[in-house]
């Protein structure tokens, strides 16, 4: 059986580092009062030559040097962005002119916070279906772009950053013991896009637009969500939140992170938390917070794996995976 196995994982930050602290000359907010309702600490926002596509590149290049590969290897790259750099063409094709690729094929994903998770889902199925040996899945985002700097409720909250994961075919039996991308649970509702969505778009309003955020109503809704996908992924894999070696959802919110963790039984210990380092950064949250605890040597060869997110629309899904 043909089985989407993780070769590499690598990061990128903006050089600019950006404190609670440094909030309280620009809106009616305090370094204690951010960081006991989100638990962020920091963000990193970048500069003008700093971009979704040169991020994302950073990224790219740190995977494949972890995976001890080079463009040549990849067949495909999915980005998951929505702050790309052009309306069109798609960022995906930047970043692979960027790396010196010119085969293969290269396209963008928008599911908002929850495009890592989709475009992980989307590679495993082009792996597995033939159609790709090896899938470079990015997850890059410029927020800072978007944001009101105005808006107290939402400038504090969102970061940049870019994560980045290889995929390769490989061969399992089929278990929950092989390794790679082993159950998967995508979900989505429409009727919820006026909680957390941009006010402007090429067809509307003919502007970039900014955040806007209901986040009462996201908070509310996020932990049932979150637990729905959870537990199907678990149920398609057969196993409970006993057998996970590690938790590592969209760092969104701490308060969120946390909830879900005690409402699904994972234990603190098994949850990796990086927002208070990073703040928010969308669809770039789980590959970044996934490229950390790589790192710093918590996931290793062998592990249980769960990621899992939420974004505007509203999207949300859960992707296992044995390291």
């Known amino acids: 059986m043909i089985r989407s196995v993780v070769r590499g994982t690598g990061a990128a930050l903006p050089r600019r ?24 600490r920091q963000r990193h926002i970048a500069a003008d030559d700093e971009t979704t596509a040169s991020l994302g590149e950073a990224a790219a290049r740190a995977a494949l040097d972890n995976a001890g590969l080079t463009p040549a290897d990849i067949d495909l790259i999915v980005l998951a962005t929505s702050t790309p750099n052009n309306t069109f063409p798609a960022t995906a094709v930047d970043i692979q002119n960027r790396l010196g690729m010119h085969h293969g094929f290269a396209f963008d994903m928008q599911a908002v916070c929850s495009g890592f998770v989709y475009a992980v889902t989307t590679a495993d199925l082009y792996i597995r279906g033939g159609l790709a040996k090896r899938v470079l899945v990015i997850g890059s985002e410029t927020f800072s772009r978007i944001l009101d700097w105005s808006d107290r409720s ?123 380092l990073h703040g928010n950064t969308s669809a770039a949250s789980v590959p970044l917070a996934l490229s950390v605890a790589v790192a710093d040597g918590r996931i290793k060869k062998g592990d249980l794996v769960l990621i899992e997110a939420m974004g505007g629309g509203f999207t949300w899904g859960a992707v296992l995976v044995r390291w």
């Open 17 to 40: 580092i950006m404190k609670n602290a440094d909030f309280e000359g620009m809106v009616e907010t305090s370094d204690e009062w951010i960081a006991q309702r989100t638990g962020i």
């Open 154 to 276: 939402t400038c504090v909250l969102f970061g940049d950053g870019a994560g980045a994961m290889v995929l390769e075919a490989g061969e399992g039996a089929g278990g929950i013991e092989d390794h790679g991308v082993l159950a998967a649970s995508l979900r989505s509702d429409g009727a919820h896009k006026d909680k957390l969505f941009v006010d402007g778009g090429a067809s509307t309003t003919g502007t970039v637009g900014h955040l806007r955020m209901e986040g009462r109503e996201v908070f509310k809704h996020a932990v049932g969500m979150i637990t729905d996908v959870i537990e199907a992924t678990f149920s398609a894999a057969g196993i409970t939140a006993e057998d996970l070696d590690w938790f590592v959802p969209h760092q969104a919110n701490k308060r969120i992170i946390d909830a879900s963790a005690k409402k699904l039984g994972i234990a603190e210990q098994k949850v990796v938390v990086t927002v208070d």
